[in-house]
Each structure stands twice: as C-alpha cells, then as structure tokens.
C-alpha cells in the first residue's frame, strides 16, 4: 500500500465527513476493493474509522477525532485557500501537489469553521492571465520543470526575437517564474545569470550534470532586480503629445497602462499635454495610431513625421 495514498484517503475524509466506498474508490482512482483494505490499515495504524452499511452508510472519522496540524487559523486557511486557487501551478507538475495542499488545509481545521472557510475562500479569485491572450504556449515546460526541481544542468535552444535565429547553450538552472501567465526560465551561463522567455525554447535536454547555484541565489530578489531593470532599458524615448478629452479618457485602455495619464496638464481648450515613453519611433507610431484623430504629436519631429505618412498611406488604403 503506498503511504500517499492512505494519505490521501485520511484527508478526504476528514475534510468531507462520510463517503462512500464507491466515492472513495473514484476520488483515489482504485477500486472498491482497494479502498477497503485501506481502511483496515487505517483502523491498526490506529485512526478511529467508522463504516456503516445500509442507505445513507458509508465510512467516516470518529466524531471530533482530526489529524493535528498546529496554528493554523481559520483565516490563514482562507488566504492560503484563495490564493492557491488556480493559477499557473494548475499546469506544470505541481498542480496535484497543490491539490492535496488544499485537502490538508481543510483538514486541519475543526469541522464547525470548514464549511464557514471554504465559503470564505470560494469569493476571493485570482487571475493570473493578461487580458485578450491566451496562455502562452510552452513546449519545453515539463523538462525545464523537471531541471529545476532535480537541480539538473540544461542544454537549451533558444530562439532570438530579434531575428528569429536559434542558439544553443548549456545553462544552470535556478528557477522557473510566471509573470501575467508568460514563463520565465532564470538561468546561470558563466558568471551571467538571465532570465530566457520560456516559449523561445524550442528544445531542452536535461544533462546527468548537476547544476552549480549560487548558496546565497534569492528568486524573487532577482527577479524584482531584474524585472526593474528590464522595464528601465525600455521605453526610452520621450514622445510629447496632446491629447482630446476622450484621447485622455482610452489612454489606459489603449497602452495598457492605468498609470498613463498621470501627470497630464490641461491646455486652454481642453486638450492634455502629456509626455509618454516608447521603445522607438515606429513603436510610437503604432500604439498613437490607437487614438485616431484624438492624438496629436508634438515633438520629436520624426515620429510625427511618421505618423501623418501613416495615416496618409491609411487613409488612401480605405480611399
């Protein structure tokens, strides 16, 4: 008998009260049979099993008897719940392992504030996923799961986006991060330590090396240095635009950023002067292009430029 599965089977009763061998049997995946044997090792490991036949029977804890899980409250059970619910663990190898960690929260608490908790959690949603984009796709995520947890050196092919050009490394492993449902491999070449866009990966080989990391390596201390790092490198040209009143209104909608329009000073007749950030020209270009007639550029002289052509080359495309 393996001990995950009697695990398993103390925890769904304890956290669901009386069930059925035939439920039981379908929530742990073997047979009815199985389920009773089982039950047998429960009742001699010394845990107070209760069985009843007939309609309305099935098999329960004595009552009042639970398995200590010391301080834990109620309240941390429904935080821990909420956020544990869904989200990207769901779909690399830890999700059952997520799974079993709702069961023994549950488990833990007194039978009078479970149902009261689990209601609780049940109203607090998180969702992890960008707005208007699928998840990403990520061929290569059971591999480097499976790098990181074995702490496995990896030899990994990576496309540029840049160009669209493979190259392949050998890389140390340190962690897997998902940020607005896109995963992050943060990996060790040489003396650099980077984070590689996961679904440029089109191929991953785990090495019978052992990957070298860091003693004093923190993931999320990286990845908040990263991270600011990143953004700062971006969007470095100042573009000064006047924007209409409903310009000003769509402007988080159509950057995607709620902040936008912070700092937006009024003109005479109603327009907002505001200066914005953008990767280069054409990137300017195409995300002012969103406003229509509700932006105009003021400066610099070349994205202006631009954008009229633009919407000239727009305009003759509908005549």
Same mark, same amino acid.
Do not use: N
């Given at each position: @008998?393996?001990?995950?599965?009697?695990?398993?089977?103390?925890?769904?009763? $304890?956290?669901?009260? $009386? @069930?059925?061998?035939?439920? &039981?049997?379908?929530?742990?995946?073997?047979?009815?049979?199985?389920?009773?044997?089982?039950?047998?090792?429960?009742?001699?490991?010394?845990?107070?099993?209760?069985?009843?036949?007939?309609?309305? %029977?099935?098999?329960?804890?004595?009552? %009042?008897?639970?398995?200590? &899980?010391?301080?834990?409250?109620?309240?941390? *059970? +429904?935080?821990?719940? /909420?956020?544990? /619910?869904?989200?990207?663990?769901?779909?690399?190898?830890?999700?059952?392992?997520?799974? $079993?960690?709702?069961?023994?929260?549950?488990?833990?608490?007194?039978? =009078?504030?479970?149902?009261?908790?689990? /209601?609780?959690?049940?109203?607090?949603?998180?969702?992890?996923?960008?707005?208007?984009?699928?998840?990403? !796709?990520?061929?290569?995520?059971?591999?480097?799961?499976? =790098?990181?947890?074995?702490?496995?050196?990896?030899?990994?092919?990576?496309?540029?986006?840049?160009?669209?050009?493979?190259?392949?490394?050998?890389?140390?492993?340190?962690?897997?991060?998902?940020?607005? %449902?896109?995963?992050?491999?943060?990996?060790?070449?040489?003396?650099?330590?980077?984070?590689?866009?996961?679904?440029?990966?089109?191929?991953?080989?785990?090495?019978? +090396?052992?990957?070298?990391?860091?003693?004093?390596?923190?993931?999320?201390?990286?990845?908040?240095?990263? +991270?600011?790092?990143?953004?700062?490198?971006?969007?470095? !040209?100042?573009?000064?635009?006047?924007?209409?009143?409903?310009?000003?209104?769509?402007?988080? =909608?159509?950057?995607?950023?709620?902040? =936008?329009?912070?700092?937006?000073?009024?003109?005479?007749?109603?327009?907002?002067?505001?200066? &914005?950030?953008?990767?280069?020209?054409?990137? *300017?270009?195409?995300?002012? !292009?969103?406003?229509?007639?509700?932006? #105009?550029?003021? #400066?610099? *002289?070349?994205?202006?430029?631009? !954008?009229? #052509? +633009?919407?000239?080359?727009?305009?003759?495309?509908?005549?």
């Amino acid at each position: @008998m393996r001990a995950d599965r009697l695990l398993s089977l103390l925890l769904c009763l $304890q956290s669901r009260g $009386q @069930m059925t061998a035939r439920q &039981l049997a379908d929530e742990l995946e073997v047979s009815v049979r199985t389920v009773y044997r089982d039950l047998e090792a429960l009742g001699a490991a010394g845990v107070p099993v209760v069985a009843s036949g007939g309609p309305g %029977g099935g098999c329960r804890l004595l009552e %009042g008897w639970r398995s200590p &899980l010391l301080g834990i409250s109620a309240e941390e *059970a +429904t935080a821990l719940l /909420a956020v544990s /619910a869904g989200g990207p663990l769901e779909r690399i190898a830890l999700g059952d392992a997520l799974s $079993q960690a709702r069961l023994k929260l549950l488990a833990a608490l007194p039978p =009078a504030g479970r149902d009261r908790t689990r /209601a609780a959690a049940a109203r607090f949603h998180i969702d992890t996923e960008a707005w208007f984009k699928p998840p990403e !796709l990520v061929p290569c995520l059971p591999e480097l799961v499976e =790098a990181v947890r074995q702490d496995r050196r990896l030899r990994v092919t990576h496309r540029r986006r840049e160009d669209g050009r493979t190259a392949t490394r050998t890389v140390d492993p340190l962690g897997l991060v998902a940020k607005a %449902g896109v995963w992050y491999l943060v990996a060790r070449t040489g003396p650099d330590t980077r984070a590689h866009r996961a679904s440029r990966i089109t191929r991953a080989e785990s090495l019978p +090396t052992a990957s070298t990391r860091p003693p004093d390596f923190d993931l999320a201390a990286f990845w908040t240095t990263w +991270t600011t790092e990143f953004e700062a490198s971006l969007d470095q !040209l100042p573009v000064t635009v006047r924007l209409s009143p409903a310009g000003l209104a769509a402007l988080p =909608a159509v950057l995607g950023d709620p902040t =936008a329009s912070a700092g937006a000073t009024p003109d005479p007749d109603g327009w907002h002067r505001l200066t &914005l950030h953008f990767d280069s020209p054409t990137a *300017a270009c195409r995300r002012l !292009l969103g406003f229509g007639p509700d932006v #105009e550029v003021l #400066e610099p *002289a070349d994205v202006r430029t631009e !954008l009229a #052509e +633009t919407a000239r080359r727009t305009a003759a495309l509908y005549g």
